[in-house]
């Protein structure tokens, strides 16, 4: 074995593993939403006003890079605990200068989310059950909360939306706090 092909094979485990490590950690892997999925969460995002839109684990990027395209005047932000995901977001946001994009290599369950207008999440239920009881405490004052598959514990959501796909995946809309419309 040459010495390219053991480094190509110790970064390739490595890469691995740490997806692995990640994943074990939050309890979702970075499995990016669907091409159907993402079409319809960026719709929503439509008249949701100019403030923050946040994506609560951002995994490769392919929600907010297109989000931040779409809006160039508006601050995109995505925070992700796995590296590789988090990297390759990196690159992309350099490869087409996306400067309203801010990514953090961070636990969003540790950061204040109030000054968000838009959440977006694609978790899985006890994640929802978590995300629930930190906006809860926080008194949030987010708007609205784009969640994909998942829904919260106990809250109706304002309006959701199946996809026309194999699972008929449902995407909520919730309006979490009216205090600032
Ligand atoms: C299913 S992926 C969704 C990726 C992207 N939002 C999308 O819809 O294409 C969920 C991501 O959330 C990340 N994640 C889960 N809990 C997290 C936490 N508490 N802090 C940061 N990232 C988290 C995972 O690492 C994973 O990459």
Known sequence: MSAYEIVFITVTLLIV?????STLKVGISPMPSSAKAREVIIQLTVNTGTGPIVDLGSGWGSLIIPLAKKYPQRKIVGYEISLTPWLITKLLKTIFSLNNLELYRKDFLQEELSSAEVLICYLYPEGMKTLANKLTLEKNTTRVLISNYFSLPSQQPEKTI??????????????LNSERE
């Open 17 to 21: 593993a740490s997806i692995v490590w």
């Open 162 to 175: 199946q996809l026309d796909d194999f699972y008929k995946s449902p995407i909520y809309l919730y309006h």
